[in-house]
């Protein structure tokens, strides 16, 4: 079994920059690619971004490029992703997800393993 465990989010000021980190707990050899995706109230979930199991690969949603991005730590069995100048419209519950497949992919259908989730508020 694995598991992947969100941490960082909290409520901070517009224009702050933090750091979510997602911790791939167990059998870490069951997720190779891994995806951040939000989801705010009253929205459905989107794809934020996602980096190949290696981190050589990462893409970023164009609606946040230049202020997400996306890396990991594989001796860590850690990803993370770090958004700088946050804006009222991130606030949102962030989820880590991952697959098998070692690149990856834009549909949350295709990830098996999901963490909880980490509420990120930005307040202006």
């Known amino acids: 079994q694995v598991t992947l465990v969100e941490s960082g989010g909290g409520l901070v000021q517009a224009g702050d920059s933090l750091r979510l980190t997602c911790a791939v707990r167990?059998?870490?050899?069951?997720?190779?690619?891994m995806a951040w995706f939000r989801q705010s109230a009253g929205k459905e979930r989107e794809l934020v971004s996602g980096?190949?199991?290696?981190?050589?690969?990462?893409d970023v949603a164009e609606s946040v490029k230049g202020r997400f991005f996306v890396s990991r730590d594989n001796a860590k069995n850690e990803a993370y992703l770090d958004v700088d100048i946050l804006k009222p419209e991130d606030t949102a519950v962030y989820y880590c997800?991952?697959?098998?497949?070692?690149?990856?992919?834009?549909?949350?259908?295709?990830?098996?393993?999901w963490g909880q989730g980490t509420q990120v508020t930005a307040s202006s």
């Open positions: 167990g059998r870490t050899e069951y997720v190779a690619a």
């Open positions: 997800a991952g697959r098998a497949r070692g690149y990856p992919a834009q549909s949350e259908e295709d990830y098996t393993t």
């Open positions: 980096i190949g199991d290696d981190g050589g690969y990462t």
